[in-house]
């Protein structure tokens, strides 16, 4: 009887073994079918984008100077990233244009998460634009993401690579070629570069509290052509992030754009309108594409 209970219990035992093994292969391959997915999100009736607030807790950049040692997707200093990137895009419902839905490319600060920024996406596909949001490429702990410090040539190359991707592989019409950018912290110091830069990719910024290892760009290349910049920050703000967005609106003003500058009262974080702002913001970008 003993050894009926032993080889019974052996026999149990192996079967669990077998159906977790199932289970983890499941799994993982779920895990890999999600990681080089494209989500798409479509408005939802009662759903109400005003109610989410975005997440910029995310943000707090240590004070160094070097490049740190953080893993990420890229190998090299400048290469694209090797591995599938998830991105999420938000359609507006209805038709889309001839043209295309204008396009607004989403960009979080330094540590941050693509879900960061997704109530502002969320804000733009009701203004009629779709918007299409992004990890940075550089994993810096788990589902924490940030730029390549000093290097916006490498974040224009991986918007070119991923935008010219969503247009291949989807049969929506939106306008990737020439977009509009929104960005956080490190991303809104980015995107400003990208928009200083390529007058002929990108047609705006929306920065929030623009900080990070970046100098401000020296210039706006190309100042003929017309690029619409709306700027934020804090006054608040630790004296580094605040130097910056001040040496950022010392810059615009230079130049002859359309400019809007935002100083509030708080710190490193979104302005207490922002809702307002972001609305307003793609209205008029809305406005600029049917001129």
């Not at 997440?55 to 070097?66: D, G, K, L, P, R």
Request: hydrophobic share 30%; charged share 25%.
């Amino acid at each position: 009887m003993r050894r009926f209970y032993t080889r019974l219990f052996v026999v149990v035992f192996a079967l669990i073994l077998l159906g977790l093994g199932r289970l983890c292969g499941e799994y993982r391959k779920h895990q890999t079918e999600q990681t080089s997915s494209e989500t798409v999100e479509r408005p939802t009736e009662g759903a109400s984008s005003s109610q989410t607030q975005p997440s910029s807790s995310s943000e707090t950049e240590a004070e160094t100077t070097s490049e740190d040692a953080s893993t990420g997707h890229s190998s090299d200093a400048l290469d694209i990233p090797e591995t599938p990137v998830d991105s999420t895009v938000l359609l507006p419902d209805g038709q889309a244009p001839d043209s295309g839905w204008p396009t607004v490319v989403l960009m979080h600060g330094y540590r941050g998460n693509p879900e960061d920024v997704v109530p502002i996406a969320r804000l733009a596909r009701d203004s009629a634009m779709a918007a299409i949001v992004l990890p940075a490429p550089i994993e810096r702990g788990a589902g924490h993401y940030h730029w390549k410090l000093g290097h916006p040539s490498h974040t224009h190359r991986y918007l070119q690579h991923h935008l010219e991707r969503i247009a291949r592989t989807r049969d929506v019409s939106m306008q990737t070629s020439h977009v509009w950018l929104v960005g956080f912290s490190q991303g809104g110091l980015h995107g400003l570069h990208l928009v200083a830069k390529h007058p002929d990719r990108y047609r705006g910024l929306f920065a929030i509290s623009p900080a990070g290892w970046t100098d401000v760009p020296d210039e706006i290349e190309h100042p003929e052509e017309t690029r619409r910049f709306v700027i934020t920050g804090g006054k608040r703000e630790p004296d580094k992030y605040r130097q910056t967005f001040l040496d950022t609106r010392t810059l615009l003003k230079s130049d002859d754009l359309p400019l809007e500058i935002v100083d509030h009262d708080q710190g490193h974080e979104f302005p207490p309108d922002w809702r307002t702002l972001a609305r307003e913001t793609f209205q008029t970008w809305r406005r600029a594409d049917a001129e």
